[in-house]
């Protein structure tokens, strides 16, 4: 059974620092792209940052400059550092990612439960 584990998230002062975590684990044979989406109260999930199989990363504009998206293919890990916080990336946000569980079947997405992260002004 594939699981995914986010811990990371807090309450933290506009300006501060948070790095969030999302372990997988389970039957796995690949790991392909991975990302953090996030969903504020009354708005529609977004998408934060995405990393390639091959270490390409993307961001969304609002946070472009201030987060960094990396991996760790040996720990089947994936990090999102958040600096320079402001109260409008108050949201809880969401692992993502995409893995095929054997190598005859396609890949699908998975999603981890979710992390609170509240910046105070």
């Known amino acids: 059974q594939v699981q995914l584990v986010e811990s990371g998230g807090g309450l933290v002062q506009a300006g501060g620092s948070l790095r969030l975590s999302c372990v997988v684990s389970g039957s796995i044979f690949s790991i392909k792209d991975m990302g953090w989406f996030r969903q504020a109260p009354g708005k529609q999930r977004e998408l934060v940052a995405g990393i390639t199989s091959g270490g390409r990363s993307n961001y969304a504009d609002s946070v472009k400059g201030r987060f960094t998206i990396s991996r760790d293919n040996t720990k089947n890990t994936v990090y999102l550092q958040m600096n320079s916080l402001k109260p409008e990336d108050t949201a809880v946000y969401y692992c993502?990612?995409?893995?095929?569980?054997?190598?005859?079947?396609?890949?699908?997405?998975?999603w981890g439960q979710g992390t609170q992260v509240t910046v105070s002004s």
């Open positions: 993502n990612v995409a893995i095929q569980e054997s190598s005859w079947v396609v890949g699908r997405k998975y």
